[in-house]
T-cell receptor, first 115, second 114 residues
Framework: NAGVMQNPRHLVRRRGQEARLRCSPMKGHSHVYWYRQLPEEGLKFMVYLQKENIIDESGMPKERFSAEFPKEGPSILRIQQVVRGDSAAYFC?????????????FGQGTRLTVV | AQSVTQLGSHVSVSEGALVLLRCNYSSSVPPYLFWYVQYPNQGLQLLLKYTTGATLVKGINGFEAEFKKSETSFHLTKPSAHMSDAAEYFCAVSPSGGNTPLVFGKGTRLSVIA
């Protein structure tokens, strides 16, 4: 059973371009979480999705950021018009169900560098 | 709101020495607590978790943690450090509510000196 797959592992974008980060959850997992990791700041929650639904996007910046998890295919985190401050590691995690009892499994992350 | 404080952003121990990484939490409801480890350029891997029951929780790689409600703590320990333990360690709490994701501390980087 393959783990959570994220691609690309490294992404370089110029300021103003779009970044698209992909996350394929573990087989049988229908819940996906995106986190952002900045140096010395730990992981910050961004958005929680279930198939075709956004459950909680309280951690997502209101502008330029969007996320989806379609019925078929991977979850996508999209950042439009990237700025230097978007440079970070973005992690996706998945779980088979929601709730407090559920362990989330993490991917290896996408490291975004904005130049 | 739930929060996690990890004391010490960087801890350095000698190989074979005791590892102690501190985590304190705040929670208005009985907490569910987790420790994750992150190796360089990797994702996070679950070390152990506390939900209910026994307050001393054993995890992988010889790590364990004890939930102390009176101290609102969930410190991570290992009796004897190994070079391969060098990594970043994150404590996390699961907030109340059915669909709320984990809240992480800022992490503690563990260095092991030969």
């Amino acid at each position: 059973n393959a783990g959570v797959m994220q691609n690309p592992r490294h992404l370089v974008r110029r300021r103003g371009q779009e970044a698209r980060l992909r996350c394929s959850p573990m087989k049988g997992h229908s819940h996906v979480y995106w986190y952002r990791q900045l140096p010395e700041e730990g992981l910050k929650f961004m958005v929680y999705l279930q198939k075709e639904n956004i459950i909680d996007e309280s951690g997502m910046p209101k502008e330029r950021f969007s996320a989806e998890f379609p019925k078929e295919g991977p979850s996508i985190l999209r950042i439009q018009q990237v700025v230097r401050g978007d440079s970070a590691a973005y992690f996706c995690a998945s779980s088979p169900r929601g709730g407090r009892y559920t362990e989330a499994f993490f991917g290896q992350g996408t490291r975004l560098t904005v130049v | 709101a739930q929060s996690v404080t990890q004391l010490g952003s960087h801890v350095s121990v000698s190989e074979g020495a005791l590892v102690l990484l501190r985590c304190n939490y705040s929670s208005s409801v009985p907490p569910y607590l987790f420790w994750y480890v992150q190796y360089p350029n990797q994702g996070l891997q679950l070390l152990l978790k506390y939900t209910t029951g026994a307050t001393l929780v054993k995890g992988i790689n010889g790590f364990e943690a004890e939930f102390k409600k009176s101290e609102t703590s969930f410190h991570l320990t290992k009796p004897s450090a190994h070079m391969s333990d060098a990594a970043e360690y994150f404590c996390a709490v699961s907030p109340s509510g059915g669909n709320t994701p984990l809240v992480f501390g800022k992490g503690t980087r563990l260095s092991v000196i030969a």
